[in-house]
């Protein structure tokens, strides 16, 4: 099976964060993270919650900022294959329905963790360094910005 | 899911395509199922890297591992961990003429399809839904072999020039006259490879500053033909007409993006079956608009000629147009005719500038003399010119298999898509384990069939695809139907929901956003 061989879409990244049902499965996903950690018997319902934010933002960093390319060939020659997924989203546009959601997701996630930790300090430190994590590459500024040459090649 | 468009009287039949919508449920299946694939891919890799796990494919030698890598891994991540688990279903050995049953050699995989071994048994008569055999000519007995043969000893099989030199055969003179017959067009032309056709000769019709608009599910031939021309494309929604009027309207009104001129030529590119989805062109609708806004048309029939209309003529009999409406007729011979090449139709002034400016006629080979004897014969046993009425049956029986076999899959729950006339038949399949197992199940119960994933379909469409033949006859379309039935129980495939929903399944305003070269 080689991509491009009977659609013109030149990169099917761009459009995986729109097809229908992914904003749900996603949704999900982060649900049933909660509900595993949740029900393993050490964890305090503050630990499970900031261990939900932190391992989603990880993963999150993980899958949309530094992995970078596509997982098959793309009929373009590579043009996207310095570009992490987030960049790769709608062929670079910005604001558009998938960006927004992915972007406001962590800050509920942080919302809740917050409340749920009743704001106290080390709980507070954690979560924000990792909200900062995961919101700060999000800026349409930093496209295609790699800090100190981390993830350039 | 029906929905019987009249528009005003431009179609004198109904129209009924339907793609009917993911389930929710299974969509969210469909994504759990390639993120556990993903999540094994990365510690298969893992272990691959470490060591603990024995690497199948090619790697650098240790020297080279300080260099810059030759070729990025990431890129390889599908192939080495999704394409390599289902392999066996694609590329299969097949060892006799593929008509309606074919003869396959067995192979088996002891290290899970990275190697495969033959195991020596040949499986005989597997019914062949998969080769785009839609009128039977694949032959290996008749009229077309053994003309073909006559014409081998007395021409050879090699032309060894291209047609500006001295690879131009009289036979080649004949097939273009009858095939600009057959297509009711002023002349014809015809090229030795079909991808050829379209990519070596769009870039001799359009250039830079001139405008394409193609379609959202055009073959790759056509994609690349428009890629190498140099001109602007713009992508309308797959069928949609309201997408294609809206980008007429601005390219006409706003011009070229910033000099403001006018475009020197707005072509739009639209195939008359797409292959894929089985859903045919709104080429009535296409014509109005094509001549509303004064811009030129380019229909690839590849599929659809000899497969559609009463007397297989193709789409623009189908819908009962004129072909004088459609500017470039373009067509391949691989698939109705059983045998290979294309070729162009059109006015007289059109294939007189395309002999001399075709990038095939100056650099292909042209067709071999008994390929292009197979296809004269076809051709003329389609239009009934050899005397017997063999070709109108065979364009009958592919109509009536046609209705028939998407009937009774719809019947039994499955989700089809496409147009109720045309002989390609996408079932949705959705996940990816089912891929590999439809594919698998059906050839153990010796039926072949084409089976297709995400990248070559979006991610929650993945297929499996049936062509049918007039070569099919009712007993072969039976078994098949009951062997899919068998295994659309055992995997769980009807999804379908009987709905009523109202057509444009796939709303307008979904906005999508397109590679912009500036």
Known sequence: MNVGVAHSEVNPNTRVMNSRGMWLTYGLGVGMLHVVLLSIPFFSVPVAWTLTNVIHNLGMYVFLHAVKGTPFETPDQGKARLLTHWEQLDYGVQFTSSRKFFTISPIILYFLASFYTKYDPTHFILNTTSLLTVLIPKMPQLHGVRIFGINKY | ?518
């Open chain 2, 1 to 518: 899911i029906n929905h019987i468009v009249h528009n005003g009287g431009l179609y004198k039949r109904p129209f009924n395509e339907a793609f009917e919508e993911t389930p929710m449920l299974v969509a969210v299946l469909t994504y759990v199922g390639y993120g556990v694939l993903t999540l094994f891919g990365y510690l298969r890799d893992f272990m691959r890297q470490w060591k603990i796990e024995k690497c199948q494919n090619a790697t650098e030698r240790e020297e080279q591992k300080d260099f810059v890598p030759l070729y990025q891994d990431f890129e390889n991540f599908y192939n080495r961990n999704l394409y390599m688990r289902i392999r066996d279903s694609w590329n299969r050995p097949i060892c006799s003429v593929p008509g309606a049953k074919v003869d396959m050699m067995e192979r088996v995989s002891h290290d899970y399809n990275w190697t495969f071994t033959y195991t020596g048994r040949v499986i005989k008569d597997i019914i062949n839904m998969g080769s785009y055999n839609y009128l039977g000519f694949a032959q290996k007995a008749g009229t077309c072999q053994e003309a073909a043969a006559k014409v081998l000893s007395q021409y050879g099989a090699g032309v060894c020039s291209t047609r500006q030199e001295m690879g131009n055969l009289d036979k080649h003179e004949e097939l273009e006259q009858l095939v600009a017959r057959f297509l009711g067009v002023e002349s014809a032309m015809a090229y030795g490879m079909g991808f050829a056709t379209n990519s070596m000769n769009i870039p001799a019709l359009v250039g830079k500053g001139c405008l394409i608009l193609s379609d959202e599910l055009n073959h790759a031939s056509l994609v690349l033909g428009a890629r190498l021309s140099g001109a602007t494309i713009r992508i309308f929604k797959h069928n949609n007409m309201q997408s294609l009027e809206k980008l007429l309207k601005d390219a006409i009104v706003h011009g070229q993006p910033r000099t403001r001129r006018p475009w020197k030529k707005i072509l739009i590119l639209v195939e008359g079956i797409y292959s894929m989805e089985g859903s045919i062109v709104r080429l009535p609708e296409v014509i109005a608009l094509k001549k509303k806004y004064k811009s030129y048309l380019y229909l690839d029939e590849a599929h659809s000629i000899g497969a559609l209309g009463p007397s297989g003529r193709g789409v623009v009999e189908y819908f009962g147009l004129s072909p004088e409406d459609v500017d470039v007729m373009m067509g391949t011979f691989t698939k109705s005719f059983g045998a290979a090449g294309g070729y162009i139709g059109g006015k007289k002034e059109l294939i007189d500038y395309l002999r001399t400016y075709s990038h095939s006629a100056v650099y292909a080979t042209s067709l071999s003399p008994p390929v292009v004897e197979q296809i004269i014969t076809s051709m003329k046993c389609i239009m009934g010119e050899d005397g017997t009425t063999v070709g109108k049956a065979r364009v009958q029986q592919l109509a009536e298999n046609t209705r028939y076999f998407r009937r009774r899959l719809k019947e039994m729950g499955f989700i089809i898509y496409g147009n109720e006339d045309s002989p390609v038949v996408p079932l949705m399949l959705y996940m990816p384990a089912k891929i590999g197992a439809f594919g698998r199940e059906m050839l153990k119960r010796n039926i072949g069939v084409v089976v297709v994933g995400f990248p070559a379909t979006p991610i929650i469409e993945s297929r499996a695809r049936f062509c049918l033949s007039a070569a099919h006859t009712k007993e072969m379309l039976d078994t098949a139907l009951k062997e899919i039935n068998e295994v659309g129980d055992l995997l769980q495939l009807k999804y379908s929901r009987h709905r009523l929903v109202p057509l444009l399944d796939r709303p307008f305003d979904e906005t999508t956003y397109e590679e912009t070269e500036d």
